[in-house]
C-alpha cells in the first residue's frame, strides 16, 4: 500500500493523496477535493418504491389515471394486472410488493360503475380504501402546464390535514407514498412541479401544478399552471395491516351507489306490497258484505 501512495503521489506531482478517503484527491495548498469519484448510490438511503397495479377488469378511463400516475412518478413500478382471483383477498399485493423490493402499494379497482383506489404500506401498513371522483386525466384535460419526465415534485398539504389525527395520518401516507426520494437513480435533479392535497368536506381534492418561472431573474415572478391529472377521494375504511387487519376507521356517512340502488328497490318494492295489500284487503271486505234478507231463508 506505501508504494502504491508513493507511486500515486509521484505521478500527481503537487498533489497529494489523502490516505483518509479512497476516492478523494486533495490539493495540500487550498485543502479541497479536486475530483470526487463517490457512487452516487451510496447517497440514495431513502429506498421507497411503489408498486402501482390495478384489477384486470378496470376500464380504460380508470387505467389512464394509473399510466398518468405511474408518469409522475420515477420512483412507481408497474406489475401486470392482478387476477380476479384475489378481488377479495388483496393480500397477495404483500407478494408481489416484496418481490419488486417495494414498500407501499397503490391499487385501483373498478366495483360497477365506480373506481376504487386502495393506497397502503406494505406489509405493515396502514391501509385506506378511497373511492374515487371527477377523475379526468391528462389526455382529457389538454391543459398548457407541463413537467419534466422524471422530476422532483413538491408536496403541498391543506392546513386542516394538520389539525386531526385522521389527517396527519393522510398527510404521512400520501408523503412516503408520492413523494420521491432524493437521488433516485430514475429520477431527474429538478424540482418542477407540485403535488397539492386539499381536504374538503372529508373528501380529498388531488392536483398537479407546474411550477412556472415568468422572470428568471426575480424569485418571486412564479406561477402555478395545472398540468394534471385530477381527482377526488373520500375515504372508506381504515385497516391497521397491509391490506388486511382489523378496521381501526370506518367512514358512517359514506353511502355507496350500489347500496343506494338496493334501498331504492328495496323502498319500491315495499310501496308496490303495500297497494297490493290494500287492493286485497278491500276486495276481501266488499265479499263480506252479504244483505242481511237474503240470510233468513237459510235458517
Given at each position: 500500500k506505501m508504494k502504491e501512495k508513493l507511486e500515486l503521489k509521484?505521478?500527481?506531482?503537487?498533489?497529494s493523496y489523502d490516505s483518509?478517503?479512497?476516492?478523494?484527491?486533495?490539493?495540500?495548498?487550498?485543502?479541497?477535493?479536486?475530483?470526487?469519484?463517490?457512487?452516487?448510490?451510496?447517497?440514495?438511503?431513502?429506498r421507497q418504491r411503489t408498486l402501482i397495479l390495478c384489477e384486470r377488469t378496470t376500464k380504460g378511463k380508470h387505467r389512464e389515471i394509473?399510466?398518468?400516475?405511474?408518469?409522475?412518478?420515477?420512483?412507481?413500478?408497474?406489475?401486470?394486472?392482478?387476477?380476479?382471483?384475489?378481488?377479495?383477498?388483496?393480500?397477495?399485493?404483500?407478494?408481489?410488493?416484496?418481490?419488486?423490493?417495494?414498500?407501499?402499494?397503490?391499487?385501483?379497482?373498478?366495483?360497477?360503475?365506480?373506481?376504487?383506489?386502495?393506497?397502503?404500506?406494505?406489509?405493515?401498513?396502514p391501509t385506506i380504501s378511497f373511492k374515487l371522483f371527477d377523475m379526468t386525466s391528462t389526455r382529457q384535460l389538454k391543459l398548457t402546464g407541463n413537467c419534466l419526465k422524471g422530476s422532483r415534485p413538491i408536496l403541498h398539504f391543506d392546513k386542516s390535514m394538520t389539525e386531526t389525527p385522521l389527517g396527519k395520518l393522510y398527510k404521512e401516507l400520501f408523503t412516503q407514498v408520492f413523494a420521491t426520494p432524493p437521488q433516485h437513480p430514475k429520477s431527474k435533479p429538478f424540482i418542477d412541479h407540485m403535488f397539492c392535497f386539499y381536504l374538503v368536506n372529508g373528501r380529498i381534492m388531488f392536483r398537479n401544478y407546474q411550477i412556472f418561472t415568468t422572470d428568471r431573474l426575480s424569485s418571486k415572478s412564479k406561477e402555478l399552471i395545472e398540468i394534471g391529472p385530477r381527482f377526488t377521494m373520500e375515504p372508506v375504511r381504515v385497516l391497521d395491516g397491509g391490506f388486511k387487519g382489523n378496521t381501526i376507521y370506518n367512514n358512517d356517512t359514506f353511502e355507496d351507489n350500489r347500496v343506494k340502488s338496493?334501498?331504492?328497490?328495496?323502498?319500491?318494492?315495499a310501496a308496490r306490497k303495500a297497494e297490493f295489500e290494500m287492493k286485497r284487503n278491500k276486495r276481501l271486505l266488499l265479499q263480506k258484505e252479504v244483505n242481511e234478507i237474503d240470510s233468513v231463508f237459510y235458517q
Amino acid at each position: 500500500k506505501m508504494k502504491e501512495k508513493l507511486e500515486l503521489k509521484d505521478v500527481l506531482g503537487a498533489q497529494s493523496y489523502d490516505s483518509d478517503s479512497d476516492n478523494e484527491i486533495v490539493n495540500p495548498k487550498t485543502k479541497r477535493g479536486l475530483k470526487t469519484n463517490k457512487n452516487p448510490k451510496k447517497n440514495f438511503l431513502n429506498r421507497q418504491r411503489t408498486l402501482i397495479l390495478c384489477e384486470r377488469t378496470t376500464k380504460g378511463k380508470h387505467r389512464e389515471i394509473m399510466n398518468d400516475l405511474l408518469n409522475l412518478m420515477p420512483h412507481g413500478k408497474a406489475v401486470a394486472k392482478l387476477d380476479q382471483k384475489h378481488k377479495y383477498d388483496l393480500s397477495a399485493i404483500n407478494d408481489l410488493c416484496m418481490m419488486k423490493n417495494c414498500t407501499n402499494a397503490i391499487y385501483f379497482q373498478t366495483k360497477g360503475e365506480d373506481c376504487w383506489c386502495t393506497i397502503a404500506k406494505s406489509p405493515k401498513g396502514p391501509t385506506i380504501s378511497f373511492k374515487l371522483f371527477d377523475m379526468t386525466s391528462t389526455r382529457q384535460l389538454k391543459l398548457t402546464g407541463n413537467c419534466l419526465k422524471g422530476s422532483r415534485p413538491i408536496l403541498h398539504f391543506d392546513k386542516s390535514m394538520t389539525e386531526t389525527p385522521l389527517g396527519k395520518l393522510y398527510k404521512e401516507l400520501f408523503t412516503q407514498v408520492f413523494a420521491t426520494p432524493p437521488q433516485h437513480p430514475k429520477s431527474k435533479p429538478f424540482i418542477d412541479h407540485m403535488f397539492c392535497f386539499y381536504l374538503v368536506n372529508g373528501r380529498i381534492m388531488f392536483r398537479n401544478y407546474q411550477i412556472f418561472t415568468t422572470d428568471r431573474l426575480s424569485s418571486k415572478s412564479k406561477e402555478l399552471i395545472e398540468i394534471g391529472p385530477r381527482f377526488t377521494m373520500e375515504p372508506v375504511r381504515v385497516l391497521d395491516g397491509g391490506f388486511k387487519g382489523n378496521t381501526i376507521y370506518n367512514n358512517d356517512t359514506f353511502e355507496d351507489n350500489r347500496v343506494k340502488s338496493k334501498k331504492a328497490r328495496r323502498q319500491i318494492r315495499a310501496a308496490r306490497k303495500a297497494e297490493f295489500e290494500m287492493k286485497r284487503n278491500k276486495r276481501l271486505l266488499l265479499q263480506k258484505e252479504v244483505n242481511e234478507i237474503d240470510s233468513v231463508f237459510y235458517q
